[in-house]
Nanobody, 121 residues
Framework: QVQLVESGGGLVQAGGSLRPSCTAS???????LGWFRQAPGKEREFVAG????????YYADSVKGRSTLSRDNAKNTVYLHMNRLKPADPAVYLC???????????????WGQGTQVPVSS
């Protein structure tokens, strides 16, 4: 059974950085890990995805150039580094796992509970 646990949320300042992590277990045959976010009253939005085996990553236009995904396969953990935080960035950040693409369409069939990232102005 796949389990995904996000951590590292918390209040950050506009213009600052965030670094949530996603630790996974039971990921047999699921090499794709994606980060999504959902703000109150808005639809869930793809942020970035990574192939855990190759490290190949895909970023949404909204975060490209200021975000980096990294992984520590020994810890089964993927990190999302996001800098220069903008007003649109506060949300609940969720990670998801899948066995196919690590892009926005996935599909992703296992989800974590999410970690809250509010941003202070």
């Amino acid at each position: 059974q796949v389990q995904l646990v996000e951590s590292g949320g918390g209040l950050v300042q506009a213009g600052g950085s965030l670094r949530p992590s996603c630790t996974a277990s039971g990921l047999t045959f699921r090499n794709s890990l994606g980060w999504f976010r959902q703000a109150p009253g808005k639809e869930r939005e793809f942020v970035a995805g990574i192939n855990r085996a190759t490290g190949s990553a895909y970023y949404a236009d909204s975060v490209k150039g200021r975000s980096t995904l990294s992984r520590d396969n020994a810890k089964n953990t993927v990190y999302l580094h996001m800098n220069r935080l903008k007003p649109a960035d506060p949300a609940v950040y969720l990670c998801a796992a899948g066995s196919s693409s690590w892009g926005p369409r996935g599909p992703y069939d296992s989800w974590g509970q999410g970690t809250q990232v509010p941003v202070s102005s």
